[in-house]
């Protein structure tokens, strides 16, 4: 059974960071590229980040540009997204996925608030 398990979101206050991780099993991590992407109620799905599978190359959205890096360990099955500088604007629910979207897991919400 494949599994994408998003973890790490919570309610932060903004400019704080948090470290979002997102657990693979059922497929082979490492022969695809991976990608998070948001949803923010009532809005249509956000791609954010990707990065291949050999981790060489990353690519950002311009809203998180510089505030978020993306990174995997594929000997642990692992993604993860690195969120700094948070603003309420980053409020959503992340998912993780294979890029071209075989898979793709539920989700884990993000709520930046004062």
């Known amino acids: 059974e494949v599994q994408l398990q998003a973890s790490g979101g919570g309610l932060v206050q903004p400019e704080d960071s948090l470290r979002l991780s997102c657990a693979a099993s059922g497929f082979t991590f490492g022969n695809y590229d991976m990608k998070w992407v948001r949803q923010a109620p009532g809005k249509r799905p956000e791609w954010i980040s990707t990065i291949l599978r050999s981790s060489r190359k990353t690519y950002y959205a311009a809203s998180v540009k510089g505030r978020f890096t993306i990174s995997r360990d594929n000997a642990k099955n692992m993604l993860y997204l690195q969120m700094t500088s948070l603003k309420f604007e980053d409020t959503a629910v992340y998912y993780c996925?294979?890029?071209?979207?075989?898979?793709r897991g539920q989700g884990t919400l993000v709520t930046v608030s004062s």
């Open positions: 996925a294979t890029y071209s979207d075989e898979y």
